[in-house]
């Protein structure tokens, strides 16, 4: 599981660290949902209990709920590595 969530949050540190390539006026383009839709298959596929925020962040696709989502599975994957 650790390894399959630093996977996930190295892709969405990588949507945040390139805008340009992967935002148009702070929402995903076409190459970043790609980026973003492979990270949110790792999430769901480790942790079933994100689904309703990986809903969201689809929905919505800007630059800001993709923070949240990269914070909360940053502290998600510390908690899974404290245990």
Known sequence: MKKELKQALILLNK???DEESFFSMEYLNSEGRKLFEEAARIILAVA???KK???KTRKKADIYTIRVLRDDLRDLLNKVEGE
Request: glycine share 0%; proline share 11%; aromatic share 12%.
């Open 53 to 55: 925020r990986i809903v």
């Open 48 to 50: 079933p209990f994100m």
């Open 15 to 17: 949507l945040l660290e």
